[in-house]
Nanobody
């Protein structure tokens, strides 16, 4: 059974940093593409960052240069290091696994950036 659990969210002032963790179970993350998405109330869920099974990364333009996605395969963890946070980064952040037509979502973790 594949499970994804996000943690590390919280309240931070603008300009601050947070590190989100996605803990995977029942799957080896290095054979899957792993993603971070976010969704603010009333908004569409949007892609934030990707790390592919081969280790390459992609970022939304809105976070490029500020956020970094990485993984620890042995721990089955995917991270999102968020620096220089802005109020517009406020959202629920979700970990997402994709393998072909199979997808799995975590429960989300709230990130709130105050001005």
């Amino acid at each position: 059974q594949v499970q994804l659990v996000e943690s590390g969210g919280g309240l931070v002032q603008a300009g601050g940093s947070l590190r989100l963790t996605c803990q995977a179970s029942g799957v080896s993350i290095n054979i899957n593409d792993m993603h971070w998405y976010r969704q603010a109330p009333g908004n569409q869920r949007e892609h934030v960052a990707t790390i592919t099974r081969g280790g390459s990364t992609n970022y939304a333009d809105s976070v490029k240069g500020r956020f970094t996605i990485s993984r620890d395969t042995a721990k089955r963890q995917v991270y999102l290091q968020m620096n220089s946070l802005k109020p517009e980064d406020t959202a629920v952040y979700y970990c997402h696994l994709a393998r072909g037509s199979f997808t799995k979502w975590g429960q989300g973790t709230q990130v709130t950036v105050s001005s």
